[in-house]
């Protein structure tokens, strides 16, 4: 029985391997924070699944969908604040073929993005304040520039840098907020 499950495995592996028109990646990379004020928050994962839908001789065009999840707690008066922030990303994205270079491809991309993060705060009096769950979300945008290594036609390295910038109302005086969100991210993917 396992033999024919392994049968079935290599099958699949071998029609991903020798398939030139691959359309769909499976990615997964480590987030790293880079923003003033939000670098110690601890990348936990990233991952995208993209579709590249058009193909010309130099460049591929497609768009993505990407979720980030990154965790942190801030200490306070004996106290450890934790932190959530979830990044849940829309973009298109534009990757190059360079001919002398055909295992390397540089990526750009731009797109939409929501955060839904909360966060713990202390309320109450200074002697006796207690520990209180806010949630939030906002919108924003994101900018993203990298490069990809192919070790195989299926699988290939990258790294990328992500900029997210997102609207947040102020709760002292009602104004809107830009903030960044910078990551560095290393990882590797899947062809399929």
């Known amino acids: 029985m396992k033999t024919k499950h392994r049968l079935v495995f290599l099958f699949f592996i071998s029609l991903t391997a020798f398939s030139q028109n ?8 480590y987030p790293l924070a880079m923003s003033n004020g939000f670098e110690n928050l601890s990348g936990i994962i990233d991952a995208s699944i993209n579709y590249r839908f058009v193909k010309s001789e130099l460049f591929r065009y497609g768009a993505s969908v990407t979720f980030d999840y990154l965790k942190g707690n801030l200490h306070f008066s004996n106290q450890d604040l934790n932190r959530d922030f979830f990044f849940y990303h829309v973009d298109g994205f534009a990757e190059m073929t360079i001919p002398s270079a055909e295992k390397i ?5 731009v797109g939409f993005t929501y955060l839904n993060y909360d966060y713990q705060y202390l309320s109450g009096t200074n002697e006796f304040p207690t ?4 949630k939030e979300k906002d919108p924003g945008f994101n900018l993203k520039l990298g490069m990809q290594y192919d070790f195989t036609n299926s699988l290939f390295i990258q790294a990328y840098f992500h900029s997210v910038r997102t609207f947040n109302k102020s709760n002292f005086n009602n104004e809107t907020i830009g903030v960044n969100y910078n990551q560095l991210k290393f990882g590797f993917g899947f062809r399929f």
């Open 22 to 29: 691959k359309k769909i990646s499976f990615e997964v990379n």
């Open 105 to 109: 491809h540089p990526f750009a991309g």
């Open 131 to 134: 520990i209180k769950t806010r």
